[in-house]
């Protein structure tokens, strides 16, 4: 990419094919380096120190509903839910924050 851009042009669309090269191979990386631990409930950092949530609890049942409807009271987190909702798409940082926040 960066060949290209001296050859070429650089401009926002070469900025965002670099960038996302740089995340996959940054997690290709971190997948082999952390191996399955990252997909254990207590990530590859440890965090079993943290309180989760009962999955089976009505709280919990609740707050997750509110999520999907998207009435959790974070503006940007309810347009978001909301706008999955409706459309059934939302744009990939709405998605990042909605998943976070979940």
């Given at each position: 990419?960066?060949?290209?851009?001296?050859?070429?042009?650089?401009?926002?669309?070469?900025?965002?094919?670099?960038?996302?090269?740089?995340?996959r191979d940054f997690l290709a990386f971190s997948c082999l380096g952390w191996g399955v631990r990252l997909f254990s409930r207590d990530g590859p950092l440890d965090s079993s120190g943290h309180r989760?949530?009962?999955?089976?609890?009505?709280?919990?049942?609740?707050l997750f509903?509110?999520?999907?409807?998207?009435?959790?009271?974070y503006p940007f987190i309810d347009a978001g839910m909301r706008q999955l909702y409706e459309t059934?798409?939302?744009?990939?940082?709405l998605r990042q924050g909605g998943a976070a926040f979940l």
């Open positions: 990419v960066r060949q290209y851009e001296q050859r070429k042009v650089q401009n926002r669309s070469t900025y965002w094919v670099y960038h996302e090269l740089i995340m989760w949530r009962d999955p089976a609890s009505d709280e919990t049942r609740q509903e509110k999520w999907t409807r998207g009435l959790t009271g059934g798409w939302m744009p990939h940082l």
